[in-house]
């Protein structure tokens, strides 16, 4: 059973930067399509960024592209997301997710959440 968990939120200030991971254990992450997703307060669960675990293919939601790096780290077993330009509407829970698909509904495995909150 693959397990994962989130690290690195936090409260930064506009323009600022972050670095999330996801550590995962139970099973390698090269089987999995590993999604990083958010939810901001009264909004939809969106899509930030996904990267396949097998061939490291990336993928970045339209919002976050340029600023956002999505990275995996095969000795660690983790994957991370560094995040800069960070703007207030970036703020919400940052989940990461594993599947087979660079989507909520393809998610089998979800972490526990971790909060960011972009304010002055």
């Known amino acids: 059973q693959l397990q994962l968990e989130e690290s690195g939120g936090g409260l930064v200030q506009p323009g600022g930067s972050l670095r999330l991971s996801c550590a995962a254990s139970?099973?390698?992450?090269?089987?999995?399509?590993i999604g990083w997703f958010r939810q901001a307060p009264g909004k939809e669960r969106e899509v930030v960024s996904c990267i396949n675990g097998a061939d490291g293919g990336t993928r970045y939601a339209d919002s976050v592209q340029g600023r956002f790096t999505v990275s995996k780290d095969n000795a660690l077993n983790t994957v991370s997301l560094q995040m800069s330009g960070l703007k207030p509407e970036d703020t919400g829970v940052y989940y990461c997710?594993?599947?087979?698909?660079?989507?909520?509904?393809?998610?089998?495995?979800w972490g526990q959440g971790t909060q960011v909150t972009v304010s002055s």
């Open positions: 139970g099973a390698p992450l090269d089987y999995y399509v």
């Open positions: 997710a594993a599947g087979n698909g660079c989507a909520a509904t393809r998610a089998h495995y």
